[in-house]
């Protein structure tokens, strides 16, 4: 098969080290590098881990947080880690309803307790 080419433009076999023609040196092109993989953003891990820990629901609104920033960067700077980030959001809002249904049953149980007395 004779796929590669010496400088002087004669077909060589692939693995011939110099042309049969004019004994030229065969150069072969280096194989491709492969491509780079992306970084994974660094605010869409700290989302999901601050939406799955919660911390007192502090880390819940800071999942939020970091979420929707971490999705603005990821296509920014064309990162990895947009799935981590959209977890991280999900959590979040999850953990920022449970804080709004607990106040909301706090302060009915407390209406509810001093119009009873």
């Given at each position: 098969?004779?796929?590669?080419?010496?400088?002087?433009?004669h077909p060589c076999a692939d693995a011939a080290p110099f042309c049969i023609?004019?004994?030229a040196g065969v150069v072969r092109a280096a194989p491709a590098a492969p491509a780079a993989t992306p970084s994974t953003n660094?605010?869409?891990?700290?989302s999901l881990v601050l939406g799955i820990v919660w911390l007192g629901?502090?880390?819940?609104?800071?999942?939020?947080?970091?979420?929707i920033a971490a999705r603005r960067q990821i296509r920014q700077r064309r990162q990895a880690g947009d799935g981590l980030a959209i977890a991280g959001i999900v959590l979040g809002a999850v953990g920022v309803v449970t804080l709004v249904a607990t106040i909301i049953l706090y302060a009915v149980a407390l209406h509810h307790s001093a119009t009873t007395y």
């Amino acid at each position: 098969m004779t796929t590669t080419m010496c400088p002087n433009g004669h077909p060589c076999a692939d693995a011939a080290p110099f042309c049969i023609v004019c004994g030229a040196g065969v150069v072969r092109a280096a194989p491709a590098a492969p491509a780079a993989t992306p970084s994974t953003n660094g605010l869409a891990i700290a989302s999901l881990v601050l939406g799955i820990v919660w911390l007192g629901w502090v880390g819940s609104i800071l999942a939020l947080i970091f979420g929707i920033a971490a999705r603005r960067q990821i296509r920014q700077r064309r990162q990895a880690g947009d799935g981590l980030a959209i977890a991280g959001i999900v959590l979040g809002a999850v953990g920022v309803v449970t804080l709004v249904a607990t106040i909301i049953l706090y302060a009915v149980a407390l209406h509810h307790s001093a119009t009873t007395y």
